[in-house]
């Protein structure tokens, strides 16, 4: 995983101006010593100084930082630690910052470190002051902390997305019967809905996952400092309230150092990554067997054989697990054995985030498109639904409901199984294994009944099996659990857009 790859961070020049070679000794941050810029030559990283750098990366929390740089200046101001005035000053600053863009920063080790220099060249040395009582420690942990939200929030809207398509189809298949397999053998008929729902069912604990996960992510590390906190009088819950958080990570060194919640992200993208594989592979089987047409929108051709039409967004959205996967690996090896408290390889482990959240987002969306554009052949699947003895089982079923034991009732059958499957196979069988005719035990009507399977799927009507009556229950709860998770993305949603504004009418107060 490289850090310049970011969904919306285009690779910045910056941090690579030299194409990735060492640069030698820098001698200036961008501005003029007489205008009282500060100067870090001293420990600039010399030849190494491309490799110490995050800032292209760090476009993806340029926006984060500027947002985390304000709530720290309000609360300087509000606390009397830096005066009025210069907390005007810098929040001006940092708005003129913001028009020029993650590009437009000045040359720096991060972004945190570009934006204070930026604030610096525009207002005098003064602008140092937004600095106090902070340290990049825990300002980085909050702005990835910050962003993150936001990203979360995307890929639980993804899950929602895909979750409402797969209830689309269960909604218009409940009674469409298609074959169900195991080891992928024709196992039982089943119902398309039955199908989507088992999906639902998957997704929505994935949901959960990530709502989870937000919860953990949603805290503020700000104020932490370097990981021993300040000696200034400085309030952290009004800087966690002013950025929209849930409440503060107590503990400054635990604050500053901890990055559990990238990994319980990651893990959580990464397993609904997981279910999104088994998803696209059972849509690529069915395909394969003409069960499903997917949509063109959906599908690639061949560059040699024009007849192709292949399900190649789902073999990618496949894939995608594999990348998530690794991610949890990298991460989880970067993060292992590491000592407490701040220390730099930290900085490697938050860009697995971006690209897990960005792979695995995407991934859901083109899932939930693809599952609603398709179109389900319902004569194929009732063809095949009875293929392979499917309906044994219920045959099985049926004598063991007239007394035989299910042992000896699934030995008949079996025996029925290797000469057809049919009513005379098992009439053969019964004569064979239990030494009786068939109608001793069953009615030859219940017997054929048993063996069509839009029947056996009917009969089947325990708690959550494919019975059109079970499909409508589960349906139900779906429907239910759908709504309650989409009103908890709104009001995250709503939690932040709020912070968000009234930040805005606080600065405005200064600028
Ligand atoms: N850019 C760093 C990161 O992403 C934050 C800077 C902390 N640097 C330091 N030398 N303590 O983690």
Redesign the pocket.
Known sequence: MTEESTRDGERSSRSRSDGGAFDPVIATDGGSPDEGVVRRDRFSGGPARSFLS?LAADERIFEADLEVDRAHVLMLAEQGIVDDETAGAILTALDAIEVDGHDGLPDG??V?EAIETAVIERIGEDGGKMHTARS??DE?ATCIRYRLREDVLEAIESTLALRESLLEVAEEHEETIMPGYTHLQPAQPTTVAHWALSYEGAVRRDTARLLEAYDRVNESPLGGAAFAGTTFDIDRERTAELLGFEGVVENSMDASSSRDFLLETVQALSTHATTLSGLAEDVIIFANRGFVDLSDDYSSTSSIMPQKKNPDTLELVRAVAGDAAGAVQGLTTTLKGLPRA?N?D??RA?THAWETVDAVTEASEVAAGAVATADWNEDVLAAEAGEGFSTATGVADLLAANGLPFRTAHEMVAVAAETGGDYDALAAAAEEVLEEPLESYVEPAAVEEALDPAESVASRNSQGGPAPDAVGDQLESAREALAEDETALTEADDVLENAHQQLRSEVNDYV
């Open positions: 995050s080790e991060d945190h990049r420690n980085v701040y730099r930290l900085q938050t």
